[in-house]
Nanobody, 125 residues
Framework: VQLQASGGGLVQPGGSLRLSCAAS????????IGWFRQAPGKEREGIAC????????WVADSVKGRFTISRVNDENPASLQMSSLKAEDTAVYYC???????????????????WGQGTLVTVSS
């Protein structure tokens, strides 16, 4: 079971990036997908999640209106579209999932337990 986030890079303030999360060894279609980020010197924070049971979505207030989480297709099952990027969005971004049951959606007891390697997003002019 492996997850891999990709799509990070250097972008100017106001720009956009699209992150993808791919899985190997299983299909993400049946599992909730969460996106998290960790900025230098800060704790990891959850920023978006999409459930598998009903497709419901949650987005943190800090990125609401700028970031969109979605499921795309088999090749890129989980996407985080980021727009109007700000310097404070600079962080390593991670995707994660859990196998605790679809009923828990984006709120599994004990948190998400499978994490991909992150991708670095740097917002700077």
């Amino acid at each position: 079971v492996q997850l891999q986030a990709s799509g990070g890079g250097l972008v100017q303030p106001g720009g956009s990036l699209r992150l993808s999360c791919a899985a190997s060894g299983f299909s993400l279609d049946h599992y909730a997908i969460g996106w998290f980020r960790q900025a230098p010197g800060k704790e990891r924070e959850g920023i978006a999640c999409i459930s598998s049971s009903d497709g419901s979505r949650w987005v943190a207030d800090s990125v609401k209106g700028r970031f969109t989480i979605s499921r795309v297709n088999d090749e890129n099952p989980a996407s985080l579209q980021m727009s109007s990027l700000k310097a404070e969005d600079t962080a390593v971004y991670y995707c994660a999932t859990h196998f605790k049951g679809s009923a828990y959606g984006c709120y599994p007891p004990g948190g998400f337990d499978y994490w991909g390697q992150g991708t670095l997003v740097t917002v700077s002019s």
